[in-house]
């Protein structure tokens, strides 16, 4: 389904399942919402999985840029609003994280329960930020995506997965082709703007999964334990196999993480009572 956001933007939506729970799965950069395939088939005979891409990526339009955090939570709000739901459980890949989070801090009052998988509480460092502005224009100059091919279809995995399955690296690579060069750099602008979450994290009183890879050398164990700690109700998983894509490094690890802790979720938390 199509699904029309604040400027007249189209979101993409795919929709399985058909449970009471509703589960919105966000992917992380620069990738659409195929990583969460695995994931999907899992969850979705007992919970509506809700699978949007975000604006810039995917299958859903490209707008004018950057695309800030709030803006593109917002446009999630939109497709719950769409589906008729009040509130939702979101999980978030790491750019899908940002978003989450963006999404507590505006309409805490429609969260049921938050997962940040392979993701950070805190904002870009300068250095970094500058080099998401370099790739920025990169993309927009050579209008083609193969810069973002280069920067991230390796890096977003173990030196295990590279070593044993190649194959993954290709799948990667191919989803990342598919993005929109000029989305992509949109989507970089605003994760360099972005401010950091820190500051709400005790506020959140609902139910956090926090999964993370062993092997990811983006957000790195010791973080992803700190982020933990942070909430309240906070859980640590590891994916002991896996880098920044425990989904599709570890698809049956991950699947059956999400499944068990949305099954723990408790009624009193998804009425709010």
Same mark, same amino acid.
Not at 55 to 73: Q, T
Not at 214 to 220: C, E, F, G, K, R
């Given at each position: 389904m199509q699904v029309l956001a604040d400027g007249g933007v189209r979101i993409d939506v795919d929709v399985t399942g058909s449970g009471e729970q509703s589960i919105v799965l966000l992917a992380g950069f620069p990738l659409s919402r195929e990583i969460w395939d695995d994931a999907t088939q899992r969850l979705a005979p007992a919970c509506r999985v809700v699978r949007p891409d975000l604006?810039?990526?995917?299958?859903?339009?490209?707008? &004018?840029?950057?695309? #800030?955090? +709030?803006? %593109?939570?917002g446009d999630v709000a939109a497709v719950l609003d769409a589906l008729g739901v009040e509130r939702a459980t979101l999980v978030g890949?790491?750019?899908?994280?940002?978003?989450?989070?963006?999404?507590?801090?505006?309409?805490?009052e429609r969260l049921n329960a938050l997962a940040l998988v392979s993701s950070r509480l805190a904002a870009d460092p300068p250095a970094q930020a500058k &080099?998401?502005?370099? #790739?920025? +224009?990169? %993309?927009?100059?050579?209008?083609?995506?193969?810069?973002?091919?280069?920067a991230y279809a390796t890096r977003l995995v173990s030196s295990e997965t590279r070593e044993q399955r190649p194959e993954?690296?290709?799948?990667?690579?191919?989803?990342?082709?598919?993005?929109?060069?000029?989305?992509?750099?949109?989507?970089?602008?605003?994760?360099?703007?972005?401010?950091a979450s820190d500051d709400i994290?005790?506020?959140?009183?609902?139910?956090?999964?926090v999964l993370t890879g062993?092997?990811?050398?983006?957000?790195?164990?010791?973080e992803a334990r700190g982020i933990a700690a942070a909430f309240s109700r906070g859980t640590l998983v590891v994916a002991r196999h896996s880098g920044h894509l425990p989904m599709m490094e570890e698809p049956s690890f991950t699947a059956v993480a999400l499944e068990e802790w949305i099954g723990r979720i408790t009624p009193a938390s998804e009425s709010g009572s």
């Open positions: 604006r810039g990526m995917g299958k859903s339009a490209v707008s &004018d840029g950057p695309y #800030l955090m +709030e803006s %593109l939570a890949h790491s750019l899908g994280g940002y978003v989450a989070l963006a999404f507590a801090r505006m309409f805490m &080099d998401r502005e370099r #790739l920025a +224009e990169r %993309l927009l100059l050579e209008e083609e995506p193969d810069a973002l091919v280069s993954i690296i290709d799948r990667v690579s191919e989803i990342i082709r598919g993005i929109d060069p000029r989305g992509a750099a949109a989507m970089l602008r605003g994760m360099a703007a972005r401010s994290a005790p506020e959140i009183g609902v139910p956090v999964l062993a092997l990811d050398d983006i957000v790195t164990y010791g």
